[in-house]
């Protein structure tokens, strides 16, 4: 009788049970947290609320540099592929930002129609208004990287005050907007640019609060010998040491992102191991993104409550009726007090609290008598919400990343070259330069019934030379053999590998003499400027290997 009364009590004692740690986070976020950052105007002092969107995206990545340091064409390392409005040059090109997104269909979505897209997490950059909008786009294209993450290109900063005015929008505050959604921000330097200009420092200011995203590039690498880069690289940690102002050293990848030879390969070696850490830390970011966005709202959190408490202190100091405008004004300036009483009182760390001057001028514009008392029902349930919402979704967390853990994340361009071969550390599966007394191959003997003319005939006889000359053992060379001639052509070692993937139709870790002839035709055709094919066409399987499926690069 009356079992209806308890219906309510039992749902608020019933745990929900969430079926991933994105769906969680998103509800959690609806039920606890947004209730909160609206009651005392959060979004007007801090960051907007978040969306569907901002919890279902994929992994992002930011890159951010002068002009000329090699940003866009990073990118364009790392898919394989131009992507609508890429410009590259010595000048400042880059003039928008450009988020390179997967699509079924290849083109480009401008700013404004971008930003009423909901399935796009782009819809509050609205606020940055038509200046901003108009220097947006979306590219849009298929490509195998952009299956698993998105990447954004920034315009290249310029030195002087006059430029960063005449942008027509707040640079620096995009980046923040941007630097708190993304998963990664690579900062990019040229070995010959090394100074930090005074929109740089301010842009590098912006994403503060997000150290743990940021990974430093020293580009262009090679065009220095040992002893300059020793130089270069003391210089560039001198000076983001003045910028970031902390004793803790920012990790630099060294290296030369671009598929082109090496101008000066002395550092090859260095060069090589740098672009493995940085592509493997890439390459694991759909992995931990759960876990980001788990991260990064629970910094939110912690921000909104120590902002309920600063609005809360303000409301309850002003008076009722007389001298509201002088007080006003006295607790502006008392604000550093303000914020020791309310880090003492309720115990909350320095590293919460926002910047104290940024606020102070965000301040001026508001009525106090407007802001809202504490609500302990709703601080009640921030609270529940750090410290016990949130460890409930850690097993799912672990469950999904045992789950994922066998994945092998970002597939495609460059990281095709990354995976296997004898142009891999460690590889287990690369054969050692050791006399075999193996069999032959006779799986692919047979022309397989395909007619089509083989383009590497012509040069095979000069591309035969070098094969017999490097020693085959059994009429083929093992891949240390074959890696120390493919080497000398100062191409990475992404390529390399990507090449070497190719060419190995057969898959059993040696090159035949046909083999090593396509080999030796793609890396010519690399020299010339040509893009590899993500996999063999018809046209360039060798006629002993017909039989074979086209290699899977």
């Known amino acids: 009788m009356f079992s209806w009364l308890g219906t309510d009590d039992r749902r608020k004692k019933d745990p929900e049970v969430f079926q991933t740690v994105s769906e969680g986070l998103k509800k959690l976020y609806k039920s606890k947290l947004l209730p909160l950052e609206e009651h005392y105007k959060f979004h007007e002092f801090h960051s907007p609320a978040l969306e569907d969107a901002d919890f279902d995206n994929k992994p992002m990545v930011l890159l951010v540099g002068q002009y000329s340091t090699g940003k866009t064409t990073f990118i364009r390392h790392l898919m394989e592929q131009d992507f609508p409005g890429m410009r590259i040059g010595p000048e400042p090109t880059t003039d928008s930002f450009i988020a390179v997104m997967h699509g079924e269909q290849e083109g480009v979505v401008p700013g404004n129609a971008l930003v009423v897209d909901p399935k796009k997490p782009f819809r509050k ?98 065009m220095v010998g040992t002893q300059q880069l020793m130089r270069v690289y003391g210089a560039l940690m001198w000076s983001l040491g003045k910028v970031f102002g ?52 629970v910094k939110r959190a912690r921000l909104v409550k120590v902002h309920a408490h600063i609005i809360s202190y303000l409301k309850q100091e002003m008076p009722s009726v007389f001298r509201k405008d002088n007080k006003k004004k006295n607790l502006i300036y008392q604000l550093p007090v303000i914020f020791s009483k309310i880090q003492l009182q309720h115990h909350i760390s320095p590293g919460d609290f926002p910047d104290c001057s940024k606020m102070q001028e965000q301040l001026l514009a508001h009525d106090f008598s407007k802001f809202k008392p504490l609500k302990p029902a709703l601080m009640a349930a921030l609270d529940e919400f750090l410290t016990s919402d949130i460890a409930k979704l850690m097993p799912l967390l672990r469950q999904e990343e045992l789950e994922g853990g066998g994945q092998p994340g970002v597939q495609g361009g460059a990281f095709l070259g990354t995976r296997g071969g004898p142009f891999i550390e460690g590889d287990p599966f690369a054969p050692m330069d050791v006399e075999e007394d193996g069999e032959e191959d006779e799986e692919g003997s047979g022309s397989g019934g395909c007619n089509l ?32 001639w493919m080497v000398g052509t100062k191409l990475p070692n992404s390529v390399l590998g990507r090449i070497w993937k190719l060419s190995d139709v057969d898959r059993d870790g040696y090159l035949d003499d046909e083999e090593f002839a396509l080999a030796s035709h793609l890396i010519e055709a690399k020299l010339d400027g040509h893009g590899l094919p993500p996999e063999l066409p018809p046209h360039l399987v060798p006629p002993s290997k017909r039989r074979h499926k086209g290699s899977d690069a």
């Open 125 to 222: 950059l609205n606020a940055f208004g038509n200046a901003f909008l108009n220097r947006f786009m979306c590219a849009q294209m298929p490509n195998p990287v952009l299956e698993s993450i998105s990447i954004i290109d920034t315009p290249g900063i310029l030195s002087g005050e006059k430029q960063r005015i005449s942008r027509g929008y707040d640079f620096a505050a995009v980046l923040e907007w941007f630097a708190e959604r993304v998963d990664r921000i690579i900062l990019l330097f040229d070995a010959h640019k090394l100074e930090i200009s005074d929109e740089f420092s301010e842009a590098i200011g912006a994403l503060r609060g997000n150290e743990d995203k940021l990974r430093v590039v020293l580009n262009k690498a090679d």
């Open 246 to 297: 902390t004793p803790e050293v920012v990790r630099v990848y060294i290296g030369s992102f671009w598929a082109e030879p090496l101008l000066v390969a002395d550092n090859r070696r260095l060069f090589e191991l740098e672009e493995e850490d940085l592509f493997s830390d890439i390459q694991n970011l759909p992995r931990n993104a759960a876990l980001r966005k788990l991260n990064d709202l």
């Open 453 to 484: 003319d083989w383009v590497v005939t012509k040069d095979k006889p000069k591309y035969d030379e070098i094969f017999y000359n490097l020693a085959p053992s059994e009429g083929k060379l093992s891949g240390t053999k074959a890696k120390g």
